[in-house]
T-cell receptor
Framework: KNEVEQSPQNLTAQEGEFITINCSYS?????LHWLQQHPGGGIVSLFM???GKKKHGRLIATINIQEKHSSLHITASHPRDSAVYIC????????????FGKGTKLTVNP | DAGVIQSPRHEVTEMGQEVTLRCKPI?????LFWYRQTMMRGLELLIY????????DSGMPEDRFSAKMPNASFSTLKIQPSEPRDSAVYFC??????????FGPGTRLLVL
């Protein structure tokens, strides 16, 4: 079993829809990261959080440490949001390594 | 800042050849990471350095892979000899302690 599980694997939405991507993990963590990878291949860090909620524009990330679960929400989705969204965790213990989920491929149609 | 710089961006080589991938981290960052991404396995950490010293190389697949960081502004990942199953996208990233990791554009490697 992977330490980081994401759902769904693939998601297709219509422009304007509210989108939720989920991430569950099985290890103790010091932080959780949400990354975005566009079709061109570049990877960008969206959020790093260890508690509560963070918001950046139309993106919102939440984390529940007790339930070992995080969600990434996109409000008023747009075709330019089409990308692969990757959840990653920094395991407790002082290591800087990241453990990645398999990613969620999001397609937003106009 | 120019961000993390990787070269080459694309590499096509034949099985058995030596491949060297290069990375220049963001100036001032003291952590450098090498990742590999494949369709089957997703993103995987290969090795990371702190202040030029390798800290965790448990993800390096086998002895054919080696990584060095001779100074704070340069790192290499070498595969010798290369095999078709090494075909993947290799990313370098850098960060400060417990900070956001900034990824380079990646090197797309194809071993024929």
């Amino acid at each position: 079993k992977n330490e980081v599980e994401q759902s769904p694997q693939n998601l297709t939405a219509q422009e304007g829809e509210f989108i939720t991507i989920n991430c569950s993990y099985s290890v103790g963590i010091s932080a959780l990261h949400w990354l975005q990878q566009h079709p061109g291949g570049g990877i960008v860090s969206l959020f790093m959080l260890s508690s509560g909620k963070k918001k950046h524009g139309r993106l919102i990330a939440t984390i529940n440490i007790q339930e070992k679960h995080s969600s990434l929400h996109i409000t008023a989705s747009h075709p330019r949001d089409s990308a692969v969204y990757i959840c990653a965790v920094s395991p407790q213990g002082g290591s800087e390594k990241l453990v990645f989920g398999k990613g969620t491929k999001l397609t937003v149609n106009p | 800042d120019a961000g993390v710089i990787q070269s080459p961006r694309h590499e096509v080589t034949e099985m058995g050849q030596e491949v060297t991938l290069r990375c220049k981290p963001i100036s001032g960052h003291d952590y450098l990471f090498w990742y590999r991404q494949t369709m089957m396995r997703g993103l995987e950490l290969l090795i990371y350095f702190n202040n030029n010293v390798p800290i965790d190389d448990s993800g390096m697949p086998e002895d054919r892979f080696s990584a060095k960081m001779p100074n704070a502004s340069f790192s290499t990942l070498k595969i010798q000899p290369s095999e078709p199953r090494d075909s993947a996208v290799y990313f370098c990233a850098s960060s400060l302690w417990q900070g956001t990791q900034y990824f380079g554009p990646g090197t797309r490697l194809l071993v024929l």
